[in-house]
Nanobody, 126 residues
Framework: QVQLVESGGGLVQAGDSLRLSCAAS????????MAWFRQAPGKEREFVAA????????GYSDSVRDRFTVSRDGAKNTVYLQMDSLKPEDTAVYYC???????????????????WGQGTQVTVAS
């Protein structure tokens, strides 16, 4: 049974940093794409970043590029999202997702991801 478990969320001040973790288990993810999405109250879930498990990052949303960094540790079966220079508009529930067939050109499409975590809350105070 595939499990994705996020952790690392919390309440921070604008300008602070946080690192989210996504621990993956239940199968071999070598050929998977792992992604982070977020959902703010009253808004649709939106793409944040994606990384090939066997490669490197394949994309960031314009709103987080140059502030967030996605990475993975194969030995720990964990994907990370380093978030720097946080802004109040980054406040959301952050979700980890995994997909076996994800387009490099369109990693933001939710339907490509078959596995999702339960989410972790990130709140950025101004």
């Amino acid at each position: 049974q595939v499990q994705l478990v996020e952790s690392g969320g919390g309440l921070v001040q604008a300008g602070d940093s946080l690192r989210l973790s996504c621990a993956a288990s239940g199968r071999t993810f070598t050929f998977y794409t792992m992604a982070w999405f977020r959902q703010a109250p009253g808004k649709e879930r939106e793409f944040v970043a994606a990384i090939r498990w066997s490669g490197g990052p394949i994309g960031y949303s314009d709103s987080v590029r140059d502030r967030f960094t996605v990475s993975r540790d194969g030995a720990k079966n964990t994907v990370y999202l380093q978030m720097d220079s946080l802004k109040p508009e980054d406040t959301a529930v952050y979700y980890c997702a995994a997909g076996s067939v994800v387009s490099t050109a369109r990693p933001q499409e939710l339907g490509q991801y078959g596995y999702w975590g339960q989410g972790t809350q990130v709140t950025v105070a101004s």
